[in-house]
C-alpha cells in the first residue's frame, strides 16, 4: 500500500500530529546544506560500532534504489561516510541518508546534491575493523526504526512512520494537510481563538486587572 502514497508530498509536521513525540527523531540531527529537498523512503538500518562505518559502506551495495539508509553510529568523533561513498549511493539510487552521527566532505556531498541529516562534520574517518548489524532494529535520534519504517525528513525534522502504520497514518496526516491549506487565516484565527479560550475556561484561568 505504501508503495502507491506518495509520503514526500506531506511535511513531517502532520505526520507529527498523528504520531506524535515518540516518532520524531530528536533536534540534534539536521539537514546538512541549505534547502535541501524532502526526503522520504523506506528504512534500510545499519548499526555500526563506535569508531567504525564498515557496515554503512556495506549497506550502500545492498540497500534497494529508492531506500533511505538509517544509522546507529556509535559515537560522533569519526565520520560514517564522505564525498565518494554519498556520490555511490547517490548512482546506486539510495534516497538519502539520516545518520546518528558524523560524515565529512560537506561541499562534495552539497554540490551532488545527496539528502544527509546527520549531527554534524568531523574530518576524521572511522575505521572499518569491526562488525554491525544490516536491516535489523535499530535507535537513530532516540527512535525505534526497524527495516521497513517509512522514513519523512525535511528542515521541519524526522519521523518515522512504522510499517504497519503507514497508509493509516498518511490517510489522516493527508487529511490534516488538506484542512489547513483549505482554511483561510481569519477561519484558522476563529478556530484557534476558540480553542484557546475552551482550554483556559475548562482550566479555571481567572484574568487579573
Known amino acids: 500500500m505504501s508503495d502507491t502514497l506518495d509520503f514526500a508530498a506531506i511535511s513531517p509536521?502532520?505526520?507529527?500530529?498523528?504520531?506524535?513525540?515518540?516518532h520524531t527523531m530528536d533536534l540534534g540531527i539536521r539537514e546538512l546544506w541549505p534547502r535541501m529537498p524532502r526526503l522520504a523512503g523506506?528504512?534500510?538500518?545499519?548499526?555500526?560500532?563506535?569508531?567504525?562505518?564498515?557496515?554503512?559502506?556495506?549497506?550502500?551495495?545492498?540497500?534497494?534504489?529508492?531506500?533511505?539508509?538509517?544509522?546507529?553510529?556509535?559515537?560522533?568523533?569519526?565520520?560514517?561516510?564522505?564525498?565518494?561513498?554519498?556520490?555511490?549511493?547517490?548512482?546506486?539510487?539510495?534516497?538519502?541518508?539520516?545518520?546518528?552521527?558524523?560524515?565529512?566532505?560537506?561541499?562534495?556531498?552539497?554540490?551532488?546534491?545527496?539528502?544527509?541529516?546527520?549531527?554534524?562534520?568531523?574530518?576524521?574517518?572511522g575505521k572499518k575493523a569491526q562488525l554491525g548489524q544490516l536491516n535489523q532494529p535499530i535507535v537513530c535520534g532516540g527512535v525505534r526504526v526497524s527495516p521497513g519504517d517509512m522514513v519523512v525528513a525535511d528542515e521541519e525534522g524526522i519521523v518515522v512512520i512504522p510499517s504497519a502504520q503507514q497508509a493509516a497514518v498518511w490517510q489522516r496526516a493527508k487529511q490534516r494537510s488538506d484542512r489547513d491549506a483549505s482554511q483561510s487565516l481569519a477561519d484558522w484565527e476563529a478556530n484557534h481563538r476558540a480553542k484557546i479560550e475552551q482550554a483556559l475556561q475548562t482550566l479555571g484561568f481567572v484574568e487579573e486587572g
Open 13 to 22: 509536521t502532520a505526520y507529527a500530529e498523528v504520531l506524535g513525540r515518540a
Open 42 to 125: 523506506l528504512a534500510y538500518t545499519v548499526n555500526c560500532p563506535a569508531g567504525d562505518n564498515l557496515m554503512l559502506h556495506t549497506a550502500i551495495y545492498r540497500a534497494t534504489p529508492g531506500s533511505v539508509i538509517v544509522v546507529q553510529a556509535g559515537d560522533i568523533d569519526y565520520a560514517m561516510a564522505g564525498g565518494n561513498v554519498c556520490a555511490i549511493a547517490q548512482k546506486r539510487g539510495i534516497a538519502g541518508f539520516v545518520i546518528d552521527g558524523v560524515i565529512r566532505d560537506i561541499a562534495e556531498v552539497r554540490q551532488a546534491q545527496f539528502p544527509v541529516f546527520a549531527r554534524g562534520l568531523m574530518p576524521v574517518p
